[in-house]
């Protein structure tokens, strides 16, 4: 981002903290599918009663209790949401930043 000359803003959940809101607002964006890690660590140590959450109204609520759960980067501009940093994505996303 900084080679390209994209200007951005850097949140990171565990130092800046994350709220409802914010991640009501990228569940709306993209999806629990796309937001929701289910590879990591923290998926794997969830009850079956958390990971049952996901398919719920609670899913924000879970993610603001483990943050780790959400799929990262996440991207927004202008209220529009998008996540991951794939090499082969790279073009797109750059476009799409600029745009």
Same mark, same amino acid.
């Not at 629990?32 to 109204?57: F, H, M, P, S, Y």
């Given at each position: 981002?900084?080679?390209?000359?994209?200007?951005?803003?850097?949140?990171?959940?565990?130092?800046?903290? $994350?709220?409802? %809101?914010?991640?009501?607002?990228?569940?709306?964006? !993209?999806?629990?599918?796309?937001? /929701?890690?289910?590879? #990591?660590?923290?998926?794997?140590?969830?009850?079956?009663?958390?990971?049952?959450?996901?398919?719920?109204?609670?899913?924000?609520? $879970?993610?603001? %209790?483990?943050?780790?759960?959400?799929?990262?980067? !996440?991207?927004?501009?202008?209220? /529009?949401?998008?996540? #991951?940093?794939?090499?082969?994505?790279?073009?797109?996303?750059?476009?799409?930043?600029?745009?």
């Amino acid at each position: 981002m900084d080679a390209e000359g994209t200007a951005y803003n850097y949140h990171d959940f565990r130092k800046d903290g $994350l709220d409802l %809101a914010l991640v009501e607002r990228m569940l709306a964006g !993209v999806g629990a599918d796309t937001l /929701v890690n289910k590879r #990591g660590t923290t998926w794997r140590k969830l009850t079956d009663e958390q990971k049952a959450a996901v398919e719920t109204d609670q899913v924000a609520s $879970l993610l603001v %209790a483990n943050d780790a759960l959400i799929k990262r980067p !996440v991207w927004e501009k202008d209220g /529009v949401f998008r996540t #991951g940093f794939a090499a082969k994505d790279m073009d797109a996303l750059q476009t799409w930043l600029k745009s």
